[in-house]
C-alpha cells in the first residue's frame, strides 16, 4: 500500500501546520477565554469572536471545507488525502470550526450533498458550506438503547401536506448553539414494516418549527463544551412540509450508514492529532521535570510509555489511512470492517495515551485544562457513534464469516 501524499496534499498539509502555528495555537486562550467570560454573564452559548474572525482567514486562505470530496464547493480530496488534514485540525478541540470542517455539520453537509433535492440544497447545504449557520444531527434517544439504531422510538408520520414529528432526542450535538438552524432528524414513518431497516426515514426540521424544544445542555464529564455543545431536546407535534424529507420513506438507515462511514473515520483522523499533541506535551514536559535525580524523562517507566505512545499513534494512523484507502477505493459498505476496527482502536489509543502524558506531569496534568477536555474528548468517542462493543461485534462476525460454510 502507498500511502504517499501527492505534492497537492503536501503544500495543503505545509500550509495548514503554518496557519494552526500562526492562528489557533496563539489563540487558545482568547477563545477558552471568551467562553469563560460569556459564561460569567450567564450565557456560555455565544458564539465567539475569534471563532468568526479566524473563520475569514480561513476561508481567504483557502483552506475551507476540506473534508468535502468531489465537489466543487470543497478542496476535491479523497478521504485518504484528506486524512492527514483531519489530523492537524485534530490537535486542537476547537480548530476544525475554523476551517468549517467540524461536526456534526460535516456529516449533515455530505448527508445533503448526496441525498438532498436542489431545493434542499439551496435552502440548506449552500449556506452550511458558506459556514453562515450550523447544525444538528437528532437519532440518539434516552429511552432506548440507540447502539442498536432499530430501537429508535420517534415517530414522523405523514398528515396530508406535511409530516407530524414525535419525540425525545439526546445527544444533539451542536443544538445548544443559536447558530444552529436545522436538524436531521431519524424517527420511525412506517414501524410494522417487516424489516426493521425500512421503518426509519430522516427529515429536515428548521430549529424555529413550533414544537421543538431543547430541555436541558448535557455535560460530558464537566464540561458543557459551549458554545457548541450536547443538548437533550424535544418533539412535540412538530409539522415540516413532505418536501422536508430525505430521499424518502424508509431510507433512514440506507442515509445513516451513508453519513456515519465518513463521520467515523473523521473522528478518528482528530484523534490521532490530539493523541500527538498530548504525546509532544508529554515529551517537553518530563524532560524539564526532575525526579529523584534525573529528568522524569529518563526514568524507565516514561520511556516505555512515550516509545508505547508512538507505537500506538502510529499503528492506529495506519489502521486510518488503510480504512480511508478502502473507502475511496471498493466503498463504504466494503470497508465496513475497517471502518469498525478504526472506531475501536483510535479512541482507546488516544485515552491511553493521553491518561500517560497526564500521569506523567503529576498534579498538573490534573489541572492541565488541554489534557482534561483531551481526555473527556477521546472517552466520549468509544460512545459515540457507535460504543465499542457494536464495533467489536461487527468486526467479529465479519471475521468469523470467513470460515462459516457457504449456503448452496
Request: aromatic share 8%.
Amino acid at each position: 500500500m502507498d500511502f504517499q501524499y501527492s505534492p497537492k496534499v503536501q503544500q495543503l498539509q505545509a500550509r495548514l501546520t503554518a496557519f494552526m502555528a500562526e492562528n489557533i495555537y496563539p489563540n487558545e486562550a482568547r477563545f477558552f477565554g471568551e467562553i469563560e467570560a460569556n459564561r460569567a454573564k450567564g450565557n456560555a452559548w455565544i458564539p465567539t469572536i475569534v471563532i468568526e474572525e479566524l473563520k475569514k482567514k480561513a476561508h481567504a486562505a483557502e483552506l475551507w471545507n476540506l473534508f468535502l470530496p468531489e465537489s466543487e464547493h470543497g478542496a476535491g480530496l479523497t478521504n485518504l488525502e484528506y486524512a492527514p488534514l483531519c489530523e492537524i485540525m485534530g490537535r486542537a478541540s476547537w480548530a476544525p470550526e475554523v476551517f468549517n470542517c467540524s461536526a456534526p455539520d460535516t456529516g449533515n453537509m455530505e448527508v445533503l450533498a448526496r441525498y438532498g433535492t436542489p431545493e434542499q440544497q439551496k435552502q440548506w447545504l449552500t449556506p452550511l458550506l458558506e459556514g453562515k449557520l450550523r447544525s444538528c444531527f437528532a437519532m440518539t434517544e434516552p429511552a432506548v438503547a440507540s447502539s442498536d439504531a432499530t430501537n429508535i422510538e420517534s415517530s414522523i408520520v405523514r398528515d396530508g401536506d406535511h409530516y407530524v414529528i414525535n419525540g425525545r432526542k439526546w445527544w444533539s450535538s451542536g443544538a445548544n448553539d443559536p447558530r444552529c438552524k436545522l436538524f436531521i432528524f431519524m424517527g420511525k414513518t412506517d414501524p410494522a414494516n417487516p424489516s426493521k431497516h425500512a421503518q426509519q426515514s430522516m427529515i429536515i426540521v428548521p430549529r424555529d418549527t413550533p414544537g421543538v424544544t431543547i430541555v436541558r445542555h448535557l455535560p460530558v464529564f464537566g464540561f458543557d463544551d459551549a458554545p457548541h455543545g450536547h443538548a437533550e431536546t424535544l418533539f412535540e407535534n412538530v409539522r415540516v412540509p413532505v418536501s422536508n424529507i430525505l430521499l424518502g420513506e424508509g431510507r433512514g438507515f440506507e442515509i445513516a450508514q451513508g453519513r456515519l462511514g465518513p463521520g467515523r473515520i473523521h473522528h478518528c483522523m482528530r484523534l490521532i492529532g490530539l493523541a500527538e499533541r498530548a504525546l509532544e506535551q508529554m515529551c517537553k514536559r518530563t524532560l524539564t521535570r526532575v525526579a529523584f535525580g534525573k529528568p522524569v524523562a529518563e526514568q524507565t517507566v516514561t520511556l516505555e510509555r512515550i516509545a508505547e505512545a508512538r507505537i500506538l499513534i502510529d499503528q492506529a494512523r495506519f489502521l486510518v489511512l488503510n480504512a480511508a484507502q478502502m473507502m475511496d477505493t471498493v466503498g463504504n459498505k466494503a470497508a465496513a470492517k475497517e471502518i469498525a476496527m478504526i472506531k475501536v482502536a483510535a479512541p482507546n489509543m488516544a485515552c491511553r495515551v493521553i491518561d500517560w502524558a497526564i500521569q506523567a506531569q503529576g498534579g498538573g496534568g490534573m489541572a492541565d485544562p488541554f489534557l482534561a477536555h483531551a481526555y473527556a474528548s477521546a472517552r466520549s468517542l468509544r460512545i459515540a457513534d457507535g460504543p465499542d462493543e457494536v464495533h467489536r461485534n461487527q468486526v467479529g462476525k465479519l471475521e468469523l464469516s470467513k470460515y462459516k460454510p457457504k449456503k448452496k
